[in-house]
């Protein structure tokens, strides 16, 4: 879930958890965030950073230092895959692999840095770490005069200056020559980056909690508290489809191709090649294709057949799912359901 090598098909990643180190194979690797398979498997404790296959000089270095850090920087990589998964899973490319410098590139990078910021926030929060504890940010000046600043918030400020440090440090190293490809690639890189941090901290908010006599709420204790990461994936797809499409300029800086538009903010994603279409499966595009996507036979959408399929047409089939059903609510506090089996059909892309 770190940084790794882009030219390897299955990687081992190992995390530090729970006292044991957890390594977990990886699929193909998206420079930074690959996906996660589930089988993971425990080794023997060896020293943790030169277990983490594909850590960047930097980030080793970073890695001796807040050992700690390291199973949340995983965990929030994870949590932003997963989130892509399901903020595309009615669309062609559905996050599995990815052309280097599309616009989808520029999503898995933004979410990925965007889901470590949010679990190293979280983590000094719930006093994991070593160097960091509850947010001490100021107490915003439109807060009631009455109500109390000052419960323990999300550290947005430590979780995003070290997810910085940390997720940027891999480009950072490298040095390419001025208006190249590769050097396109890189602030592409750490544009989309920046872009997801500054999401998660666009849609941090004041929480507030009641005190009082019988809930009168006379008083009130707030602190700052991170947006549910499923908004920060919803916030994240709309900029994906508004995302700026760049080239390099003569003085080798990221330019907007359409100089008609507003110029992206460091808020915004940015792309530099278009897009496959992810009807077929290519090797160099890292496009996989749609054949075997499940598909639904009556919308008009993304999802619905024609569009997914790409116009090779569908097989019908009927299949059987288990799903939980009659499900009662046990005073207190369970809901006891029962398991029913139903039969489906089924449509997937020739
Ligand atoms: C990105 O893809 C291009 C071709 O699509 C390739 O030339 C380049 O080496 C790739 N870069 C990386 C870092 O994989
Ligand atoms: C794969 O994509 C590349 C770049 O778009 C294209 O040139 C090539 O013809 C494609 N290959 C196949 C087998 O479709
Ligand atoms: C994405 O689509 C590919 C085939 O197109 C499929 O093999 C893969 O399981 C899908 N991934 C997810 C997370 O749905
Ligand atoms: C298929 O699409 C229709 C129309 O958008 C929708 O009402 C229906 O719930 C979808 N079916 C499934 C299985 O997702």
Known sequence: SLSLSVHVSIIKVCLYYKSVFLCLSLSRSLAMNPLLIPEAYIIGAQPLCSQLVGLSQGQKKLCQLYQDHMQYIGEGAKTGIRECQYQFRHRRWNCSTVDNSSVETAFTYAISAAGVVNAVSRACREG????????????????????????????????????????????????????????????????????????????????????????????????????????????????????????????????QRDSKFNPPTSHDLVYIESSPDYCLSNQSTGSLGTVGRLCNKTSEGMDGCELMCCGRGYDQYKAQIVERCHCKFHWCCYVKCKRCTKTVDQFVCK
Do not use: I
């Open 128 to 255: 994991e770490l070593s160097s960091c504890g509850c947010s001490r940010a100021a107490r915003p000046k439109d807060l009631p005069r009455d109500w109390l600043w000052g419960g323990c918030g999300d550290n947005l400020n430590y979780g995003y200056r070290f997810s910085k440090e940390f997720v940027d440090a891999r480009e950072r190293e490298k040095s390419y020559a001025k208006g190249s490809f590769e050097s396109a690639r890189l602030m592409m890189n750490l544009h989309n980056n920046e872009a997801g941090r500054r999401t998660v901290s666009d849609l941090a908010h004041v929480s507030c909690k009641c005190h009082g006599v019988s809930g009168s709420c006379s008083l009130k204790t707030c602190w700052l508290q991170l947006a549910d990461f499923r908004k920060v994936g919803e916030t994240l797809k709309e900029k994906y489809d508004s995302a700026a499409s760049m080239k390099l300029n003569s003085r080798g800086k990221l330019v």
